[in-house]
């Protein structure tokens, strides 16, 4: 780990519609964090997931979901404070498998200090699929939320007026 004190992880397959929504996010922080902050696109196994988070005090998770709500809906979960939601236990979900690593790392007392996991309900999975706009304008308030959090972690993060 380098000196960044949070891990924001950006989550899907590009060229796979609504899956980029992860990656989407972490583009649209670029500039926008401060050094404490590590930005990372990622699809990967959960266990490198799981790995790449060691030693940071705060990990922040960003990806598609399919739970069946309307697509762009956004799902927040502090997940050091309680289990996911089982709805998000599927394939089509960040990363498959995901979900359930956070789960195990959590019975193996391997959890972050603090995790949170945003969820971007998707409809557009397969690839060469276009991203649908509920999707894409969600990444952006996906990213907002993140640079708020940032703040709350008393990590100092800049939004710019610049929306993408």
Do not use: C
């Given at each position: 780990?380098?000196?960044?004190?949070?891990?924001?992880?950006?989550?899907?397959?590009?060229?796979?519609?609504?899956?980029?929504?992860?990656?989407?996010?972490?583009?649209?922080?670029?500039?926008?964090?401060?050094?404490?902050?590590?930005l990372m696109e990622?699809?990967?196994?959960?266990?490198?997931?799981?790995?790449?988070?060691?030693?940071?005090?705060?990990?922040?998770?960003?990806?598609?979901?399919?739970?069946?709500?309307?697509?762009?809906?956004?799902?927040?979960?502090?997940?050091?404070?309680?289990?996911?939601?089982?709805?998000?236990?599927?394939?089509?979900?960040?990363?498959?498998?995901?979900?359930?690593?956070?789960?195990?790392a959590r019975v193996?007392?391997?959890?972050?200090?603090?995790?949170?996991?945003?969820?971007?309900?998707?409809?557009?999975?397969?690839?060469?699929?276009?991203?649908?706009?509920?999707?894409?304008?969600?990444?952006?308030?996906?990213?907002?939320?993140?640079?708020?959090?940032?703040?709350?972690?008393?990590?100092?993060?800049?939004?710019?007026?610049?929306?993408?």
């Amino acid at each position: 780990m380098d000196e960044a004190s949070v891990l924001v992880i950006g989550v899907g397959v590009s060229k796979h519609g609504d899956s980029s929504a992860g990656k989407w996010v972490i583009k649209r922080l670029m500039g926008k964090t401060a050094p404490g902050v590590r930005l990372m696109e990622q699809v990967s196994d959960p266990a490198f997931l799981l790995e790449a988070w060691r030693g940071y005090s705060a990990v922040i998770l960003a990806g598609a979901v399919l739970s069946g709500a309307k697509p762009g809906t956004l799902f927040r979960f502090e997940a050091q404070k309680k289990h996911l939601p089982p709805v998000f236990f599927s394939k089509k979900t960040l990363v498959p498998g995901l979900f359930e690593g956070i789960e195990q790392a959590r019975v193996e007392g391997s959890l972050p200090p603090r995790l949170i996991v945003y969820g971007i309900e998707g409809k557009r999975f397969k690839e060469g699929d276009k991203m649908a706009e509920d999707v894409k304008a969600a990444t952006l308030n996906v990213a907002e939320r993140i640079l708020l959090d940032l703040r709350h972690l008393s990590v100092p993060a800049v939004l710019t007026a610049d929306r993408g």
